[in-house]
């Protein structure tokens, strides 16, 4: 897709990550969502570099530089050269390939800038729609983790995807 790209974090982006953030709450990844004081506090301290950080989050944003999701690569571990990579497309732009192309940046910059040999995800089993797009980014399955994450009161399992550096 023409004229996206991804960007470092930035102050306008705060009221988008308190709507966004409430969002995960919703998919049972956190018990409560976090405050816009500690998303402030976030954004104050996103720019220490990756390395340092051992994670990193970027904007997708479009010609007009309208945000459009997030893409976070974290987990960072500079000895093994990998990095767990997480995705959210604002629900008001989803089905548009979005996801795909954020990944595809992700992509040429886990491996070309910043030196990873790896990237990986954990997705819910259930999540077909995650599942398809990390599979049409190339990723591969290497496996599953039974009952990962606890979600209310059930434990769910988790598809472990990779996409290695050719």
Not at 62 to 75: I, P
């Amino acid at each position: 897709m023409d004229g996206l790209s991804l960007r470092a974090l930035e102050p306008e982006d705060l009221d988008c990550l308190v709507r966004w953030e409430a969002d995960h709450v919703d998919a049972g990844l956190r018990v409560a969502p976090y405050s816009r004081s500690v998303l402030k506090r976030y954004l104050d301290e996103s720019h220490r570099d990756f390395w340092e950080a051992e994670q990193v989050r970027f904007v997708l944003t479009n010609e007009r530089g309208s945000a459009l999701g997030l893409f976070d690569v974290f987990n960072a571990q500079p000895v093994h050269q990998r990095a767990e990579v997480a995705v959210l497309v604002d629900p008001a732009h989803r089905g548009l390939g979005l996801g795909r192309a954020g990944l595809d940046l992700v992509r040429q910059w886990a491996f070309g800038r910043a030196g990873l040999r790896s990237l990986y995800a954990e997705v819910f089993a259930e999540n077909t729609a995650a599942l398809k797009l990390f599979a049409s980014s190339g990723y591969l399955p290497s496996g599953q983790l039974k009952a990962w994450y606890r979600v209310g009161r059930e434990f769910r399992d988790v598809e472990l995807l990779q996409l290695l550096r050719q």
